[in-house]
């Protein structure tokens, strides 16, 4: 498989920063998305790294390391409408736009 | 608000029915992706279809079974329904889905499957 691993669940404070990370597996790797997913809702599409860096839009950053196998999304400013599920969905060479869906990072936010 | 659609919203069921999904792209979109996702678990691959060809085969059951028609519109079948295929399952379109190339996955709202 692709052995993509994420954080179970994580909570943080109103107005924080938290960081989720995700790792897969290296060979064939094409690029990442990220995806939130309100509990019982559509996924909703976040981010998409297909190099190194740093890709920043608004209050969410996300992160690539091809070489290492790794990503995380960085949450800014968190409010209490961002407590969802995060999934990571790595792309992988000889597919047809098929994503693979980590089990995903349940977000919970607190006052 | 995705431009996806999919009917019904929800659907309850007895074991050993069988159910049909149907679900309607972006339009504009050529590829449709059929995903299951149980309870507290991630989303499971099921199928794609591009412009009315199966392009991708994920952890599908041979009960079920899938299809893209002409107009583009996909139905997903599930038949001898056992307890665990209880689930949402959504499709999603993109407009392309050429090898090794990046397209959105745009996705509908979901069916939620309930069988007893």
């Known amino acids: 498989g692709q052995n993509i691993d994420q954080p179970t669940e994580m909570t943080a404070t109103e107005g924080a920063i938290v960081q989720i990370n995700c790792t897969y597996q290296t060979s064939g790797f094409n690029g990442l998305f990220w995806y939130q997913q309100h509990a019982g809702e559509a996924p909703t599409f976040l981010s998409y790294n297909v190099l190194d860096g740093l890709e920043e839009k608004g209050r969410f950053s996300s992160f690539l390391s091809r070489s290492k196998g790794y990503s995380y999304l960085l949450l800014k400013e968190l409010q209490m409408k961002d407590s969802a599920s995060y999934l990571c969905a790595p792309m992988f060479s000889g597919g047809y736009n098929k994503l693979i869906f980590g089990a995903g990072t349940r977000l919970a936010v607190h006052p | 608000d995705s431009g996806v659609t999919q009917t019904p919203k929800h659907l309850i069921t007895a074991t050993g029915q069988r159910v049909t999904l149907r679900c309607s792209p972006r339009s504009g979109d050529l590829s449709v992706y059929w995903y299951q996702q149980s309870l507290d678990q991630g989303l499971q691959f099921l199928i794609q279809?591009?412009?009315?060809?199966?392009?991708a085969k994920g952890n599908i059951l041979e009960r079920f079974s899938a299809q893209q028609f002409p107009d583009l519109h996909s139905e997903l079948n599930l038949s001898s329904l056992e307890l665990g295929d209880s689930a949402l399952y959504f499709c999603?379109?993109?407009?392309?889905?050429?090898?090794?190339?990046?397209?959105?996955?745009?996705f509908g709202p979901g069916t939620r499957l309930t069988v007893l």
């Open positions: 999603a379109s993109s407009e392309n889905a050429f090898r090794d190339s990046y397209n959105e996955q745009f």
């Open positions: 279809y591009y412009n009315g060809e199966e392009r």
